[in-house]
């Protein structure tokens, strides 16, 4: 299959936007950028599209998919019930980088929920990804537009890797400015439940909902609430190792991990803040921002897995991020693309 890649802007032609909303309506997909990473999307309510998905994407069939919609009054469709907190969290958050786990209408197939009677809708903030729901003019089930367990897509480039002659259309829209997925939090109950950190972060969710609490399985269990956790994911195909402590020690462990690989004809990379970027070989070091601006950091994660892949390092070694206001969100994704790798020192 040739894959038709198309700007932002030209989303302005009509004969484009009628090749998007046929494309969907065939039961195709169509990658597009929203403002947390880009995503691989197909019509919600028509299985067709939602199976192809999951093939492309060599997904796990009982792991979800997020419903996105434009327009929030559109959620009543697909749900049953609609919390008093729920509803502030919409009005606060939506649109944004924030997934909430209702009870399921009739309506939504199973296909998307992997047989759980509750969906996860988001409104995105991106504007391409409104005007492509709109376009298409059905709900679009968007997962992440990576390989399964590869670390998110930020950049068309890391779209194209991926899926190049096996989507029919990918939007470009640049670099993806959250660069970590949504929020995802389960608003079925009395209290709501993160079952994903993300950057609307617990801080942010309790000051709608006080009570808030964390998935504790997510991640590890058999059954946990929310399916995708317990998968590997976000992985780099070089062996990630987090060195967390203070940083003078840090820097001492990695120069002297460095030293061991140097005799062995490993390509080894290092992701630091720019403060400690001088520490290092230049040839290892892969700036992932200041220490004190975690959105940045948060932004260039992906990125940064993905460019180390790129260039052939066998071995990265990180810094942990975990002091900003963003920290369980980036720990979380770090820790997975690390398959749980971290040595304090
Ligand atoms: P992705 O689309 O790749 O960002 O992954 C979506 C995430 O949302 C996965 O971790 C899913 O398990 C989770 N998710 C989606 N729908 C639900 C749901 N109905 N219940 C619990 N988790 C969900
Ligand atoms: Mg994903």
């Known amino acids: 299959?040739?894959?038709?890649?198309?700007?932002?802007?030209?989303?302005?032609?009509d004969h484009v936007r009628e090749d998007i909303r046929t494309t969907i309506l065939a039961g195709r997909n169509v990658?597009?950028?929203?403002?947390?990473?880009?995503?691989?999307?197909?019509?919600?309510?028509d299985e067709t599209g939602i199976r192809r998905i999951y093939d492309v994407k060599g997904r796990p069939s009982d792991n979800p998919l997020i419903l996105h919609i434009a327009d929030a009054d559109d959620v009543t469709k697909y749900v049953t019930t609609i919390r008093p907190y729920a509803k502030r969290m919409m009005e606060r958050?939506?649109?944004?980088?924030?997934?909430?786990?209702?009870?399921?209408?009739?309506?939504?197939?199973?296909?998307?929920?992997?047989?759980?009677?509750?969906?996860?809708?988001?409104l995105?903030?991106?504007?391409?990804?409104?005007?492509?729901?709109?376009?298409?003019?059905?709900?679009?089930?968007a997962p992440s537009a990576n390989i399964s367990g590869r670390p998110s897509a930020t950049l068309l480039e890391h779209v194209i890797d991926d899926f190049s002659g096996k989507v029919d259309i990918i939007i470009d829209g640049g670099k993806t400015p959250v660069g970590i997925e949504s929020t995802v939090v389960d608003v079925t109950g009395d209290h709501s439940v993160i079952l994903r950190p993300g950057m609307i972060s617990r801080a942010m969710l309790a000051e709608i909902d006080n009570l808030v609490s964390v998935n504790?399985?997510?991640?590890?269990?058999?059954?946990?609430?929310?399916?995708?956790?317990?998968?590997k994911h976000y992985a780099p195909k070089g062996e990630l190792?987090?060195?967390?402590?203070?940083?003078?020690?840090?820097?001492?462990?990695i120069l002297e991990r460095l030293k061991q690989h140097g005799t062995q004809g490993d390509q080894c990379a290092v992701i630091t803040t720019s403060e400690y970027q001088n520490k290092f070989p230049e040839d290892v070091v892969f700036v992932i921002g200041d220490a004190d601006d975690d959105e940045t950091i948060a932004a260039n994660l992906f990125a940064?897995?993905?460019?180390?892949?790129?260039?052939?390092?066998?071995?990265?070694?990180?810094?942990a991020f975990a002091s900003g206001p963003h920290a369980e969100a980036i720990m979380n994704?770090?820790?997975?693309?690390?398959?749980?790798?971290?040595?304090t020192v």
């Open 1 to 13: 299959m040739k894959t038709r890649i198309y700007k932002a802007d030209d989303l302005a032609y």
């Open 31 to 45: 990658v597009f950028p929203t403002e947390t990473v880009y995503g691989i999307g197909a019509n919600a309510i």
């Open 93 to 122: 958050f939506w649109p944004g980088p924030l997934t909430l786990v209702f009870d399921k209408s009739e309506i939504v197939p199973d296909a998307i929920t992997g047989g759980l009677d509750t969906v996860g809708i988001r």
């Open 124 to 141: 995105p903030d991106s504007a391409i990804a409104r005007d492509i729901i709109r376009i298409a003019g059905v709900p679009i089930c």
């Open 216 to 231: 504790e399985q997510s991640g590890l269990e058999k059954a946990p609430k929310s399916p995708g956790m317990k998968y």
């Open 241 to 253: 190792v987090i060195i967390d402590g203070a940083v003078e020690s840090v820097v001492s462990t």
């Open 304 to 319: 940064i897995l993905r460019e180390a892949d790129q260039r052939g390092m066998t071995h990265i070694y990180s810094m």
């Open 333 to 343: 994704r770090l820790l997975k693309a690390a398959d749980g790798r971290i040595i």
